[in-house]
């Protein structure tokens, strides 16, 4: 993990000049990564390319399963548990859920100034002088409800058989802490495990700056917290913001050692839009908004089938429309 930190922190000093990211381009760098993923589709709504995320609310819609037969979940879990079975040993296909905290109060302030105000002036401050969003922004009494709204979800799905998640991934961040627990804490006995590299954006909006270690394990008592967390936050800068490509390279190097380390089938992660939207050109899934106390479930395989050793073009992997779907048995209600 120390590794992850080091690179995450020389991925964020490397300036515009370096051929990364210049205004909409990508220039230079042609390769992302020396692994790759494959979406699993054909399970998911989510994972159609027909699907339009606007009005689309996962809670009521069986979080978005295609299977909609009285045995749905049980079809679900018997399929990934044989992908499993019968896979290379080069080859593992885990289930993410992948959430979006509660409304913060940033959150709030974004909709009440408008996004052009909120990122060029309100997110450089930490209050209005009515409500205060920064430093490490909480959940507004909104975002508390939406968290126990996917709670209620959870507990109806879990009477149809829904698989749940064997571990649970959560940013450092005060907002996602709080929606995973209000989320789990009376479903699953498991303590949340904080991973520094699920946070937020990096730098310049004062909501991402994340708090200090003694108030996270205050708030958080018995989680997992990783051995290299730093007591303050280092990473946070006051006048440059991560880009894009390079939250996806940390989100990618971080499901690299989730992938590696953690035997868990059925994983959750709570964390951000941006670390989602990263997560999705990391795996290959197309993009699109994700709602606050919203989440997406994706079923992910690594590495792919006969391209255990492919190199990924950064010019690829940023294409909405690409399909790196492998030689993967069709679901049996297909």
């Known amino acids: 993990m120390i590794g992850v ?103 709030q302030a974004e909709s009440t100034y408008g996004t052009p105000a909120w990122n060029c002036y309100w997110s450089l401050q930490n209050t209005d002088g009515n409500i205060t969003w920064g430093p490490d922004a909480v959940l507004t009494p909104n975002g508390v409800a939406q968290a126990l709204a996917v709670n209620a979800a959870w507990k109806e799905q879990q009477q149809a058989g829904v698989p749940l998640p064997q571990k649970l991934y959560s940013s450092p961040m005060r907002r996602s802490t709080s929606t995973l627990n209000l989320t789990w804490s009376d479903i699953l006995l498991n303590k949340g495990y904080i991973k520094e590299m699920f946070r937020e954006s990096i730098g310049l909006h004062t909501c991402d700056q994340r708090s200090n270690l003694s108030i996270i ?14 007591f303050h936050d280092e990473l946070w800068n006051p006048i440059y913001e991560e880009q894009l490509n390079q939250q996806a390279l940390r989100v990618r190097m ?51 089938r006969d391209m255990s050793f ?13 399909s790196r779907q492998s030689h993967i048995p069709q679901p049996p209600w297909q």
């Open 217 to 230: 394990q205050e708030a958080n008592p018995g989680w997992q917290i990783d051995k290299s967390f730093t």
């Open 310 to 322: 492919r190199i990924t073009k950064t010019a690829e992997l940023m294409r909405s429309d690409r």
């Open 5 to 107: 930190v080091a690179l995450a922190l020389a991925v964020l000093t490397t300036t515009h000049a370096s051929g990364l990211w210049t205004d909409n381009n990508w220039v230079n760098g042609k390769t992302f990564s020396p692994t790759n993923y494959t979406v699993v589709t054909g399970l998911f709504v989510q994972d159609e390319p027909t699907f339009n995320a606007t009005g689309y609310n996962v809670l009521t819609d069986g979080f978005g399963l295609l299977d909609k037969s009285a045995k749905r979940w049980s079809n679900f879990t018997d399929y990934i548990h044989r992908l499993n079975r019968e896979a290379d040993d080069y080859t593992t296909y885990k289930v993410i859920y992948i959430a979006r905290h509660g409304e913060g109060y940033h959150n």
């Open 254 to 304: 971080l499901l690299n050692e989730i992938f590696a380390t953690d035997p868990s089938t059925f994983i959750s992660i709570t964390a951000h839009s941006g670390v989602i939207n990263s997560f999705f050109v990391a795996v290959g899934h197309q993009r699109f908004g994700v709602q606050t106390g919203g989440f997406v479930p994706v079923v992910v395989s690594w590495p792919q």
